[in-house]
């Protein structure tokens, strides 16, 4: 009995581990009695395999069809876009004027999240967002230079991850965000043409490439009465 149970959590592992290498969604596993003969394990040890990745909503099963890999839980609608993209997928008309573009020392928060040493130089820019023509949002971004030699010369009105990805060939592939509530500080909505203090979704987001490594750290707070957060979310199975 408990030889069969481990039987069966290695070929579940096993079968995760082949999954998780680029299984598409919604392609069939090999039939239990395959699996079987594969592994030299008996089919009630394939089907526990099975019931335990269904159960962990790796896998589903279709009746008298087979066993089949799940979508991710996290629909692909949560999508790492660029501010750009949000605007135009709103029907606006991005827009960006830098403000700054210097050289900082990391200091130690930023010198973690981006993997250089406090000491180390990044490129600071700044921008006012617009979203056709009126003031949406400031944006602190922060770049390892190693990695974006010369660009803190070349950033103007165009999208950033356009320039990463047509430039410097880097392409993002996931982030941490979090927003929470805050509010615009005087020369924040001087810039953002609105009230001082008045209310504002603060932004930061740290962005990796398909490697894992850190590419960008940003900040940006947002005009509240001009912007809201929009997902579309779904119930975990
Ligand atoms: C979002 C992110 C920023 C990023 C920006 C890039 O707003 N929060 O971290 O810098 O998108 O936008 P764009 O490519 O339009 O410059």
Redesign the pocket.
Known sequence: MAEQHTKSERLRKHLMDVIDQGLEPHSKLPAERDLATEFDVSRLTVRRALDRLANDGLVYRVQGAGTFVAAPRITKSVEL???????RARGLM?G?TTLISETVPAGAKLGALLRVSPSAELFHIR?A?TADGEPM?L?D?YLNPLLFPGLIDNVGG???????EDDYGLRLEW?Q?SIRASVLEPEQARILHAPPFSPAFF?E?T?YDARDVAI???E?IYRADRYHYELEIHRAR
């Open positions: 876009t660029s501010f750009s993209e949000d605007m991005p960006s921008r967002r949002a944006e971004s165009e999208s950033l991850y356009k320039i990463m982030a965000q932004v987001r962005s960008e750290y940003a940006s």
